[in-house]
């Protein structure tokens, strides 16, 4: 999680314009051995709660289920039209 935080930080985020970096893993279920995994890198403070445990303000801070479900998808095309597409002929001209 830290290597994806620090991605953005240094090649998107601009401090000037976007509030710190938050990363979000999404699991279909709570599994304490992905979450340890998942954030045993991390230096920085972590909290972790279920979405429907979350305050009315939290939740309208962070993207809807269904914004993360469209890039989810959106991300899964994208990944799955890679992989279907033959390899550029090396050497060609």
Do not use: F, W
């Amino acid at each position: 999680m830290g290597t994806y935080v620090a991605m953005v930080d240094g090649e998107i985020r601009k401090p000037d314009l976007h509030a710190q970096t938050v990363g979000i893993l999404l699991c279909t279920e709570r599994n304490d051995a992905t979450l340890d995994y998942a954030l045993a890198s991390t230096a920085s403070p972590v909290a972790v709660a279920l979405y429907e445990g979350l305050t009315p303000e939290e939740r309208a801070a962070l993207p809807s289920p269904g914004e993360l479900e469209t890039v989810i998808e959106e991300e899964i095309q994208v990944q799955e039209s890679l992989i279907a597409a033959p390899p550029a002929a090396a050497g060609m001209r």
